[in-house]
């Protein structure tokens, strides 16, 4: 490790941090934001590449323990890191990563232990947090991947890396050119059920709906956080599946259904 106090916040190292613009990061090299000093340790115990990181000074200490590599920390004060940053990062910890690899369908298929091969495809998820959430729950309830859209939001963004706190480093996810190609792909190159989680006239409840074999791959598809999963990627779903809304609920939120539909395939 090796550390490096910055006070001219002109300091071209600091490039990366300044106002976090993710998509800048994404298009000048595939990198990104980890935010906070859990997501930075499990950056760190990822086995992702790591390019630099960057702690408030009373932070150091705590950042020194959780390295084994020789890496640049650098380190500023409390107020230079709020200008550097734009904004108030109350954690005092900053990191930039590199992305992995796009993973290939089959990657995805691989299943984690002894869990029934599960996918989570999302189309048009557009919120940070709930892209976050959902991967923490792929992640907690042992999905084997993911699969998103080019409409859903980065699950490598700062504030979706922040609500999933960090465990979707280990959780492949592939960002699709094509939904629909790939939703045809899973079914008939690798045998794989895809159910879309939306209420249509002809979905049946979920508490009705199970995998067609114990050990057939299945895919979960959720839609945009309003207007659902579209007709034209129901269109290449197998089955659709709702929850039972009651009191005039019309919905759920699209992490709250993830964890549903995950658990009830994955534990039912």
């Given amino acids: 490790m090796t550390v490096i106090h910055i006070d001219n916040l002109a300091d071209p190292r600091l490039e990366p941090y300044r106002a976090l613009r993710d998509r800048v990061l994404k298009r000048e090299g595939g990198r990104f934001i980890a935010e906070g000093y859990r997501v930075t340790e499990r950056l760190l115990a990822s086995g992702l590449g790591v ?16 390295l ?52 989570v495809i999302c189309e048009k998820i557009k919120e940070p947090v709930n ?22 939001v980065d699950p490598y963004y700062r504030r979706a890396l922040r609500a999933s706190t960090g465990t979707g480093f280990k959780l492949p996810v592939r960002r699709s050119d094509d939904l629909a190609a790939d939703c045809d792909a899973l079914r008939q190159q690798h045998g794989c059920e895809v159910i879309a989680a ?48 009651q009191r005039g609920a019309d919905s759920l939120n699209v992490a709250i259904c993830s964890a549903i539909f995950l658990y009830h395939f994955m534990e039912g």
Avoid: N
């Fill in 51 to 66: 390019e630099s990181i960057l702690v408030a000074d009373r932070r150091l200490d705590e950042v020194e323990s959780l």
């Fill in 68 to 119: 084994d590599r020789d890496l640049p920390v650098y380190t500023v004060t409390e107020r230079d890191m709020e200008r550097v940053a734009g904004f108030h990062i109350h954690t005092g910890v900053l990191s930039i990563g590199i992305r992995p690899p796009k993973p290939t369908l089959a990657r995805l298929l691989r299943p984690v232990g002894d869990r029934p091969t599960t996918l």
């Fill in 131 to 152: 892209m976050g959430v959902i991967v923490r729950v792929a992640v907690a309830l042992g999905a084997s991947g993911m699969v998103i859209g080019l409409e859903c």
């Fill in 198 to 245: 939306e209420v249509t006239d002809d979905a049946t409840t979920l508490r009705h709906t199970h995998r067609a074999a114990p050990d057939q791959p299945l895919a979960i598809v959720l839609g945009h956080e309003v207007h659902g999963v579209s007709e034209h990627l129901l269109a290449h779903c197998d089955r659709k599946a709702m929850i039972p809304m």
